[in-house]
């Protein structure tokens, strides 16, 4: 098929034709099983090696057969999906109780956090817990069957634990490649303490604030020597207290008790869990947030104010990275003196689509009028990533505002096609085909937000992905849960608009040295990892070392991370600027 499409002589247009056909090949497939990704991902190597010089010239017919292929592939993409199930981890998190979903041979696929809690750190098994031979026989019956009825079963709880009740189902969730499956999911009657409780009790049962007390520790604990311990009691006065709490409130016994206190935690429980994919981005906050909103033009706009109220105000570009950062971050920022305003990526207005072409240039009167809203006459403008873009063109369109940048893993601009090829693999088949190819990316970025929302082994292997070439940064995600959470918060969020995400790699991609002319009055500071691969640290230094007011602080043995790793780098930057 290629042959007939590209006309061309020589070695070198074979070799291209033949690495095209590979692409293609890898396209669909990767379209039909999301699990084939990496021959498409190999293949576009491959034809990136070997296309001919013509590949970056507009009217390519490269260009032109793969923008129709690639347009083709996304039409099947966007064809509606053949199941509306969900993926197993948004289902658990969305449960109040503790559960868990297993595949039909009883093999863990998620669970969420109050089972995590609930088991603590001993190892967990279906078949072991178990507590009686006619429980067995109920699973197996469900399992057997293929019925979609839920049945009883008892479970054996922790240690010096009463049993655990729990219900039994089968559930179409997702499995691996998209697909609907059946699972097994476990739903545990496990009593949570809520606020709610302790009046409830006490009125309806004149329970005292001992007895209260009592409770409590036993459902938080979950057993009666735990809660002794904890109350400094002997065991004997515990089970006394409990006595008379059973005889106030009409229950048999422990067991009975911890059903009963299961269902009320239910009852009053009032708000449902949020799933860890599309999470919100500001519900995970605390109160040391605050939070703006401002609707202009087609567009409504959210920003985050935190750090000192006091400090010195900071205006944070984010493009394609969360506003919120870290709490160690945002901590940092507090105890030096820095107010930050940290501005969400535009939601765009539902009648006008497909306005993510809106880069930073257009936007920059929408966010001048966000320092109006917020008081601030003058700020450090920072970016992050290719909010970077973002802070320059601000600090052009209204640069009396400005009091210095800072420059968070911006990197500096690629000026030629030999910068662009010198990449690792990873970050140049990105970056490349964004500066000459765009086409290509919309379909594979979409390939790779199916996978990362479609189950937990998508996420990780999106995750694991995503630093693919930045050797520190992928081994800080497989092995340390606070970094695979920091980068799955940071994927998560650039997944929300898939096509924001690419107009912006693309604009990241471009030569964008007209942004940095001009800004020779203000101080700029860039921010960088020592081993980022994707800008190197001694091209940074080469481009500073042509700005007169610019200067490099390093992270020093971080890549990609830089920032959260060290928090305090960012604090320093911004005082070197006012202080200058």
Known sequence: MIQGEIEGDGARDDAARSAAAEVLAGLYEAVVDPLHRDSLINAMDTFLETAPEDLEQEASDWRELFKRHFSHAAQILDAPAASSAESPIVFVDKQLVPAIVLTETLHPVAENELFSALKGGESWSLQERLAAPADERRLARLLSSGAMEATLLRLAGPTDAPPLFAVASRQLLLGNGGLAQHHLVIKIAKPTWTADLEPLLASAYQLTPAEIAVLQS??????????AKERDRSVRTIRTQLTQIYGKMDVSGQTELALYLATLSQLTTSARRPSDI????????????????????????????????????????HSTTPPDMTPDFRRTCAEHGIRVIAIHRPQRNAKLRGRSADGPEDLAKDYRAILDAEGVDRAVFAGHCSGGLYALACAKAFPE??????????????????????????????????????????????????????????????????????????????????????????????????????????????DWSPL?????????????????????????????????????????????????QHPVLFAEAVHSLVDS
Request: contains cysteine.
């Open 401 to 510: 505002r400005c009091s210095g940048l800072v420059l968070i893993d911006t990197g500096v601009p690629f000026r030629s096609r030999s910068e662009l090829k010198s990449l690792p693999k990873a970050p140049r088949r990105t970056f490349y085909s964004a500066r000459y190819f765009p086409e290509v990316l919309l379909v594979p970025h979409r390939l790779f937000a199916n996978d990362f929302k479609g189950s937990p082994e998508g996420e990780a292997r999106v995750i694991d992905y995503f630093f693919e070439g930045s050797p520190e940064d992928q081994e800080l995600t497989r092995t340390d849960r606070r970094w695979y959470e920091v980068t799955r918060r940071i994927i998560a969020y650039s997944f929300e608009d898939v096509r924001c995400l690419v107009a912006d790699v693309c604009r990241w991609a471009s």
């Open 218 to 227: 036993l459902v938080e604990t979950g057993s009666i020597a735990a809660v």
């Open 278 to 317: 599309g999470l919100d981005w500001n519900d995970s906050l605390t109160g040391e947030c605050g939070k703006g909103e401002l609707t202009l033009r087609h567009a409504r706009y959210s920003w985050l104010r935190y750090g000192d109220p006091s400090g010195i105000p900071v205006v944070m570009f």
């Open 516 to 564: 940095l002319d001009g800004q020779n009055e203000k101080p700029l500071a860039f921010l960088h990892g020592e081993n980022n691969r994707l800008f190197t640290l001694e091209r940074v230094e080469a481009v500073v070392s042509e700005l007169p007011n610019a200067t490099v602080l390093t992270g020093r043995g971080a890549g990609q991370l830089a920032v959260y």
